[in-house]
């Protein structure tokens, strides 16, 4: 399966700033995820990123908050934007394979404080 | 409606004892693909097993197998002589085919094995 690595690991984010993660992936795929896991819960889609176009966001959740790019078949970022505490998730990228199953990326734990 | 519903919140078990973990899923999919998924504390998300609709021989691996019953829309993991390592957030999952990116994903068992 594909390697994906995310940056940062972690971060501690002061409420109405706003944090990029990264994702990168060591193979071209064609299917890229993003997901929350807020604290104790499973886990949320936020949105589809799309290479080329705008990403397909899933209901409850909008660009204005969560920006998303796919420069590239191995890249993704997500920006959570004007952040408040109720943002303190972890932030997962998945990619999808010729084999129909999601792999995730080791996740961002972020703290708004 | 898809949905899939892990019962148990929280199962604590000595190490070396068998472990279930329940899995019971709805969907109106004639065709879909079930999942697990392992997260420890660390707080990555690691696929365990991916099992089709159409197939519903029990898998085993290692310490690990599962039982898909179609006709109870169960999908159950057991962990065999269980180790302190095992101890993790365990979450079951479904796809349907029609939509493979549309993964539902349960509320998770955290498993502790205690030594």
């Known amino acids: 399966s594909a390697v994906i690595s995310q940056k940062p690991s972690r971060d501690i984010c002061q409420r109405g700033t706003s944090l990029t993660i990264q994702c990168q992936v060591d193979s071209q795929v064609t299917m890229m995820f993003w997901y929350r896991q807020q604290p104790g819960q499973s886990l949320t889609l936020i949105a589809t990123a799309n290479q080329g176009s705008e990403a397909t966001y899933e209901s409850g959740f909008v660009i204005d908050k969560f920006p998303i790019s796919r420069p590239n078949l191995t890249f993704s970022t997500l920006t959570v934007s004007n952040m408040s505490p109720e943002d303190s998730s972890i932030y997962l990228c998945?990619?999808?394979?010729?084999?129909?199953?999601?792999?995730f990326g080791p996740g961002t734990r972020l703290t708004v404080l | 409606a898809q949905k899939v519903t892990q019962a148990q919140t929280e199962i604590s078990v000595v190490e070396k004892e068998d472990v279930t973990l329940d899995c019971v899923y709805e969907?109106?999919?004639?065709?879909?693909?079930l999942f697990w998924y392992k997260q420890p504390p660390s707080g990555e998300l690691v696929f365990l097993i991916r099992?089709?609709?159409?197939?519903?021989q029990n898998e085993i691996s290692g310490r690990y197998s599962w039982n898909f019953q179609k006709s109870t829309s169960s999908f159950n993991f057991t962990i065999t002589a269980s180790q302190v390592v095992d101890s993790a957030v365990y979450f079951c999952a479904l796809s349907p085919r029609r939509s493979a990116s549309k993964i539902i994903f349960g509320s998770g068992t955290r498993l502790s094995i205690r030594p």
């Open positions: 099992r089709n609709s159409f197939d519903e």
């Open positions: 969907t109106r999919d004639t065709t879909y693909y």
């Open positions: 998945s990619v999808e394979e010729h084999t129909d199953t999601q792999y």
